[in-house]
């Protein structure tokens, strides 16, 4: 069993849709990261989560500590939020990433 | 502010080549540094991090080197590249600490023909 599982893995969406990518982790963190990796390769950190809820323009994560478990939702989703969204809990120096979700989202 | 430059962007070699990949980062002092590696539509690994000058650890068995020279440079170099070293190369920063939050730099498209 993978140690960060996300899904679902592949999403293709509607404009305006309410978009919902959750993770799960088996491990110890001291944070956990999403990412946006756009197409052309280029990464992008978009939360950092220790506890709760954080909320940038039309993205939102929470995170779940007893659970292990975070959620990134995107409200009013848009085909430029058209990209791979990753889960990435963290220690002291390094990353476990998960396996990624790709999400389209359709004019 | 921080800012963190790889280069080149693309790269086309032949097997059995060297290779030399550089990343820089400004605006910040003592920072960790990472390289990664993506295959084509395979997720992120992790091939090499540094704490500090001279301190390089190996994530995986590879065909693979790391030097850290000087406090905000990384260089990742092998002596005879492999079809397997084809990739995309991100190089990232963080500036340590509990929560670690890492940067990452445009990255180098490495084709190995």
């Known amino acids: 069993k993978n140690e960060v599982e996300q899904s679902p893995q592949n999403l293709t969406a509607q404009e305006g849709e309410f978009i919902t990518i959750n993770c799960s982790y088996s491990?110890?963190?001291?944070?956990l990261h999403w990412l946006q990796q756009h197409p052309g390769g280029g990464i992008v950190s978009l939360f950092m989560?220790?506890?709760g809820k954080k909320k940038h323009g039309r993205l939102i994560a929470t995170i779940n500590i007893q659970e292990k478990h975070s959620s990134l939702h995107i409200t009013a989703s848009h085909p430029r939020d058209s990209a791979v969204y990753i889960c990435a809990p963290s220690g002291t120096y390094k990353y476990i990433f998960g396996t990624g979700t790709r999400l389209k989202v359709l004019a | 502010s921080q800012t963190i430059h790889q280069w080149p962007a693309t790269l086309v070699q032949p097997v059995g080549s060297p290779l030399s990949l550089e990343c820089t980062v400004e605006g910040t002092s003592n920072p960790n540094l990472y390289w990664y590696r993506q295959a084509a539509g395979r997720g992120l690994q992790l091939l090499f991090y540094s704490v500090g000058i001279g301190q390089i650890s190996s994530e995986v068995p590879q065909n693979l080197s790391a030097s850290r020279p000087q406090d905000r440079q990384f260089i990742l170099s092998s002596k005879k590249l492999l079809l397997s070293d084809s990739g995309f190369y991100l190089c990232a920063w963080s500036v340590g600490g509990a929560y670690n939050e890492q940067f990452f730099g445009p990255g180098t498209r490495l084709t190995v023909l």
């Open positions: 491990v110890g963190i001291s944070a």
């Open positions: 989560l220790s506890s």
